[in-house]
């Protein structure tokens, strides 16, 4: 079963004269077990592509299947539910909490669900991620590359099925993000999780299982 599935999917937002198009009859999979790569300039339509595989936006026409489910037979609230227990986001927004200490950051997810990792893999994951020492900190002490490598750790942490991961390298430097691809493969590999990563980052290639290239709305499977 695809973890992933869009079929022929559009997206276009306004009206009339102003309509733009931002994904144009899109088809797509993913599978546990491998990280996707779409890669595409600025603006081609990344960003609605990985909410709309998540569900966080409907597309204007065609289907969306998480784990073999239609998203769009489900009701917002069971909807909200697989999100909440099967996707990990690593958001453009980073979504971290501005008012809370990194590692309150974690045991927010703690009161949503019991579905987490054990300390033991916690930990394994700050320690490659670098950021056991940010525990303390508050979002806004961190540097950019430190809230991504935050917010990555935070997207696991619930353990989830699926990660679809924003643009995740843009703020790191070349060492970096060495460590966050052979991160997301190995996750994909022995953890056998479905990962989807949308970026201009050419450098994180050389992990990926698939790729795809996304350009002005067109997706074109590259291998
Ligand atoms: N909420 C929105 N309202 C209007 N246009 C949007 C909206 N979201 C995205 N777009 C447009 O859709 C296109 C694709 O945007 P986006 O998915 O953010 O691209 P990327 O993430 O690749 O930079 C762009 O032309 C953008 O201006
Ligand atoms: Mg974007």
Same mark, same amino acid.
Not at 59 to 86: A, I, M
């Given at each position: 079963?695809?973890? !992933? ?5 559009? @997206? ?24 996707? !790569?779409? %890669? ?19 597309? =204007? &026409? ?18 909200? @539910? ?9 958001? &453009?927004?980073?979504?971290?909490? /501005? ?16 579905? $987490?990792?054990? /300390? ?5 994951? =700050? ?34 099925? %699926? ?8 703020? !790191? ?11 997301? &493969? ?12 949308? =970026? ?17 709305? $067109? ?5």
């Amino acid at each position: 079963m695809n973890s !992933l599935l869009l079929k022929d999917i559009n @997206k276009t937002f306004g009206q009339g004269s102003a309509t733009v198009t931002a994904l144009n009859h899109i088809n797509f999979k993913a599978k546990a077990g491998e990280l996707t !790569l779409i %890669i595409g300039p600025s603006g081609s339509g990344k960003s609605t592509l990985l909410t709309i595989l998540g569900g966080l936006q409907t597309p =204007t &026409q065609g289907q969306v299947f998480l784990q073999g489910q239609s998203l769009t037979e489900l009701t917002n609230k069971q909807r909200e @539910k697989l999100r909440l227990e099967q996707i990990g986001f690593v958001l &453009q927004a980073y979504n971290l909490v /501005p008012y809370l200490r990194v590692r309150d950051q974690f045991a927010l997810v703690d009161q949503l669900t019991q579905h $987490h990792l054990a /300390p033991a893999a916690f930990q394994q994951i =700050t320690n490659k991620l670098g950021i056991s020492d940010l525990l303390n900190q508050f979002p806004n002490e961190l540097s950019g590359g430190q809230t991504q490598r935050v917010a990555l750790a935070r997207a696991l942490y619930p353990d989830p099925a %699926i990660i679809l991961a924003d643009e995740s390298t843009a703020a !790191l430097d070349s060492q970096r993000v060495l460590v966050v691809g052979q991160l997301l &493969q190995d996750l994909a590999h022995s953890e056998n999780k479905a990962i989807v990563a949308v =970026t201009h980052d050419e450098r994180l290639k050389q992990f990926a299982d698939h790729i795809y290239e996304l350009i002005d709305g $067109h997706l074109t499977p590259v291998y």
